[in-house]
């Protein structure tokens, strides 16, 4: 099923394959309990220190979860490991993300959804549509 955070996930394995970076996915269907992300990231401790440099997650609230695990494991992000999430959520509004995250440009995605939808030319809608993201810090990330 193709759905957005599956294009993130292309996205990023496509990124890091560009780069020649090695990544490991962990992927819970939907309906599937987060605990496999527990186990995941047990997994991925060695002698209290964790083998991977970072953790992308396809949503923020997904590393919102992920970093109360790595909590649990006695490890400190952005010390011990990198997070970054993406959605751009923010914390009561104000600018404060949750995480380093990319952020979708929520206002100019929702001014082009309208734009399209008042055109009177179905043919002249575009199959898709990409805008521009940026990075923001959120802490949890070594800049």
Known sequence: MISEPNKRQAGFLNGCMMRGLHCETKIIKE??????FREFLAEQMREGRMMVEGIFCMTDGLAHFVMQILEELGLKV????????????SIFGD???ICSTIVQPVREIAQMCVELLLRDEQAAKPPLICL????????????
């Open 31 to 36: 309906g599937e309990s987060y605990d496999g």
């Open 78 to 89: 952005p010390k011990d490991i990198q997070v970054i999430g993406f959605d751009g959520v």
């Open 95 to 97: 600018g404060s993300y």
């Open 132 to 143: 521009p993201v940026t990075y923001a810090s959120g802490g949890t990330t070594q800049e």
